[in-house]
């Protein structure tokens, strides 16, 4: 009953639609609409900008907490500057001992955050491919930007935690996000396209494109 309610004509219900999609995280194969999939998809990306903040601002608090700890207990090494909005910590001795307790915190922080970011996939993953089933096009096109986004969740907390930063890697990074959102982009096109109007061998079209 509730795939007839969400999939009839006219314009879709957004909690039904996202209702739909999470009863149907593990069907790969039909065809879902722009009215069914856009509100399901709305919903899943505002759960992730209220999640990746809980992750962060915790962290961030910590290492601010760090730095002035660091500062208090080495004013040898360090040169603090305060006034009204802003305060600044510059060290100017080694560094290896704060630099070794701050690495650890942003690997933490990056792992809580590629969490977030593989539950994101998973959650949106059959519905992209049912999406992209309505457009006539092979399911594999949602693959498009997962090797880079999986490349740079992998080297950004590596490169973080350097001490000295590697210009190199740094560049490497930089032009592996851009083709990730150029790919993000193509694929975000390719799902907002309407229906094929017609059946095909993902099944008949549906009732709603609106």
Not at 21 to 37: D, I, M, P, T
Not at 61 to 69: K, M, N, V, W, Y
Not at 166 to 186: R, V
């Amino acid at each position: 009953p509730m795939i007839g309610q969400v999939m009839g004509g006219g314009p879709v219900n957004p909690i039904l639609s996202v209702r739909y999609n999470l009863a149907n995280l593990l069907r790969f194969g039909g065809r879902e609409s722009r009215a069914v999939f856009w509100p399901y998809a709305a919903f899943v990306f505002l759960l992730s900008m209220l999640a990746m903040p809980a992750v962060m601002i915790p962290h961030f608090l910590s290492f601010g907490a760090q730095i002035r700890d660091f500062a208090a207990s080495h004013p040898d090494q360090t040169t603090m500057a305060q006034g009204p909005g802003y305060y600044s910590v510059q060290i100017n001795g080694p560094t290896n001992e704060f630099h070794s307790a701050l690495s650890s915190d942003f690997r933490t922080m990056f792992f809580s955050m590629a969490v977030i970011v593989v539950v994101v996939v998973l959650l949106v993953a059959a519905a992209v491919v049912r999406r992209l089933h309505d457009r006539g096009l092979s399911g594999a096109w949602g693959l498009m930007p997962l090797p880079f986004l999986g490349y740079g969740l992998y080297a950004m907390p590596g490169l973080f935690s350097m001490e000295d930063i590697d210009t190199s890697a740094f560049f490497m990074l930089f032009f592996n996000n851009m083709i990730y959102l150029g790919t993000l982009a193509a694929l975000a096109i390719l799902l907002l396209g309407p229906s094929d109007g017609n059946a095909n061998r993902h099944g008949p079209a549906p009732d709603s494109d609106a």
